[in-house]
């Protein structure tokens, strides 16, 4: 568990699959075991990180409604899932008003947002900034802490380059709500050193890390979703690179890590316990097996 100033972070966090506004996604909705999840995220008080939001609507490449675009998240063998989604989303405002209702329902759920550094960092950064303000406006009290998506891997902008970015983008943010608990998503591309600098200028935790590119997970395979990409790998094939960039980063950096990536099951949350994260999150296996990420809810979280 991470413990703030005003909030906490469970041990257990679950990370995009219940959308935009934390509630759940249509038509996941629909499966008992996805709804057992939600009941069991709400009795447990469990953190749940929303969907990346952008400043303003943004159409990306998956759209739920067009099955044309349903290509862009896909099954690999091996138990792993590739998507290049894109961040489709309504925008901030709709997405807070999202969050709120999600609140009003004992949700706790802390926005995730996307600075589009494809635009230029000054536009970027005050997209951000306007964003922030949009969440503290709708949500009051309930907006403590933010995660920053700096590691998508499926978007134009190249997560190796923004490093400078993200720390403006971060520092701004830092100065301007110093009272905000400021989470970092990285990305295994990223070297050890951004996370250094992340930790020094204040951010409070970083969750390590998103998808991971599929030129990674496999070097030799062409991406079915190359045309736009390639896409990030979830689950299974990237549990052990993932693990390995986190042992190393355990090494350098004291702050509070939320790791995650490849998580399938209760042993794979006792692996990365055991490195040292404080806390673990999971995507794919609320999507594919909710039953048992709830029954893990319960456990860690209960
Ligand atoms: C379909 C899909 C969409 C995702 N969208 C986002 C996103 O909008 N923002 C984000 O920070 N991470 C996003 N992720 C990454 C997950 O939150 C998680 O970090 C990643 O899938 C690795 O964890 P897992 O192996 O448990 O799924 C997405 C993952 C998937 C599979």
Redesign the pocket.
Known sequence: MIQAKNGRISNIVI???LGLGGRGIFPYTLLPGYRRLLRAARETESSI?A??ATRHKRSGN?RAWNPLTWKY?RRLPGGG?L?A?G?TNPGAEACAREIQVGATQGLQVIP?L?PEFAKGTVLAINDTLAAVEIYRRILGPDFWAL?L?F??PNSEEAIRDNVAQGLKCSRDVKEKYPGLFLIA?ISICHPHEFAQELESLGVQAL?A???IPFAMIYPQKRSPLAAVGGG?V??RP??AAALQYNTELRKKVSLPLIM????RNRQDIETYLDIGADAV?????A?RRPQEAAEIILKFNG
């Open positions: 990370s995009t699959a990180l969907k990346s998956f998240i899932m998507n989604y961040l995730n996307y995660e998506n590691s998508c998503k969750h890390v998103n998808t990030g979830a689950r990237a549990f995650g990536c490849g998580v999150s999971f995507c794919t296996l999507l």
